[in-house]
Every structure is written in C-alpha cells, then in structure tokens.
C-alpha cells in the first residue's frame, strides 16, 4: 500500500497533520490495511471509536473537511468511520481534528437489532434511529452500500464489529 509523505515534522500531538491528510495504515499482520483521514468533527457531539459518520465540506479552512451525522439525502454521500485522536485515544470532542477510517478493515458500529448482520452482508447507513451504526443491506450490493460484513453481528444494540469500507459515495436512506 502506498505509505504517503513523510508527516514526522508535524507536531500531532497539538494539532494533527495538514486537514485531509490521507494515509494507509496497517490493520493487522494479516495482509489487512485501511486508509485514514485527518478530519473536523463537526457532529454536535463526541465521538466514540467506531462511531459512524458522513464526511462533508465547508467554505471555512479552519473547519474543512468535516463529518457530521448522517442524514438521508438524495445524493451519494461518503462515509467515514472514527478511528482515534492524534494521542491515540478513543474519543473524540466535537470541534476538534482526529483520524477517520474512509476506506479498508475498520471496527465499525453495527446494529444487528431488526435484522441480523451476517459475515459477508453488505451494510448500509440508515438515518435517524441507526445514524452512526450499520445496518445490514443485503447480501447483494446495491446503491446504498458502504460495506461490507467482515464478522457477524446479532446484538440488538449497536456494537463494534469488523468491517470492510469500500472507500466509495453511496446513498444514505
């Protein structure tokens, strides 16, 4: 996997690498990576490791790129999925930068409530009730897909749960 430039001048613990910085980390020692991204959470709210959100723009550099919750939009949105601060910790105040998982093996929110989440489903986002966790979708991609289920998941409340992120806009419903 590409290992990006060289970001060890950049003070991380204060900061963070330049806004929408990306880079490929590895998972395990498995052969598994994902690909991370420096952004704001601008949700409302802290954010806990796993935690599942859309990533959005805004005119202001200061705040730019962004995640905010999910919501249901008519248009291809991409979602992204918090990994941890610029410390290494696991939660995430609103307002501030962390690392966002956008694309690869993450632990991801999932809800497997009204229907369960089988290894190899593909997920979705659902707003409202499940805005910050997966769904399971189908077991054929669609439209709505973002993932897909790396392990199953049955809890009837939302848990971290290995996925695959496919990287790409799907839409929200």
Same mark, same amino acid.
């Given at each position: 996997?590409?290992?990006?430039?060289?970001?060890?001048?950049?003070?991380?613990?204060?900061?963070?690498?330049?806004?929408?910085?990306?880079?490929?980390?590895?998972?395990?020692?498995?052969?598994?990576?994902?690909?991370?991204?420096?952004?704001?959470?601008?949700?409302?709210?802290?954010?806990?490791?796993?935690?599942?959100?859309?990533?959005?723009?805004?005119?202001?550099?200061?705040?730019?790129?962004?995640?905010?919750?999910?919501?249901?939009?008519?248009?291809?949105?991409?979602?992204?999925?918090?990994?941890?601060?610029?410390?290494?910790?696991?939660?995430?105040?609103?307002?501030?930068?962390?690392?966002?998982?956008?694309?690869?093996?993450?632990? %991801?929110?999932?809800?497997? *409530?009204?229907? /369960?989440? =089988?290894?190899?489903?593909? $997920?979705?986002?659902?707003? &409202?009730?499940? !805005?910050?966790?997966?769904?399971?979708?189908?077991?054929?991609?669609?439209?709505?897909?973002? %993932?897909?289920?790396?392990? *199953?998941?049955? /809890?009837? =409340?939302?848990?971290?749960? $290995?996925?695959?992120?496919? &990287?790409?806009? !799907?839409?929200?419903?």
């Amino acid at each position: 996997m590409p290992a990006g430039p060289n970001m060890s001048g950049f003070d991380t613990l204060s900061f963070g690498p330049i806004p929408g910085y990306e880079e490929w980390k590895e998972y395990d020692q498995n052969g598994r990576f994902y690909k991370r991204r420096w952004l704001y959470n601008a949700c409302g709210a802290a954010l806990a490791a796993g935690d599942v959100v859309v990533v959005n723009y805004d005119g202001d550099e200061e705040t730019n790129p962004q995640v905010g919750v999910c919501a249901a939009l008519a248009v291809y949105q991409e979602v992204a999925v918090f990994k941890e601060t610029a410390s290494g910790g696991t939660s995430l105040a609103d307002a501030t930068w962390g690392w966002f998982v956008v694309q690869g093996y993450v632990d %991801a929110k999932c809800n497997g *409530d009204s229907v /369960d989440i =089988t290894k190899d489903d593909f $997920l979705k986002i659902v707003a &409202g009730t499940d !805005a910050d966790a997966f769904v399971d979708n189908t077991t054929a991609r669609t439209t709505n897909s973002h %993932a897909i289920a790396c392990a *199953d998941e049955t /809890d009837a =409340t939302p848990s971290v749960t $290995l996925v695959y992120l496919f &990287g790409r806009s !799907a839409i929200i419903t």
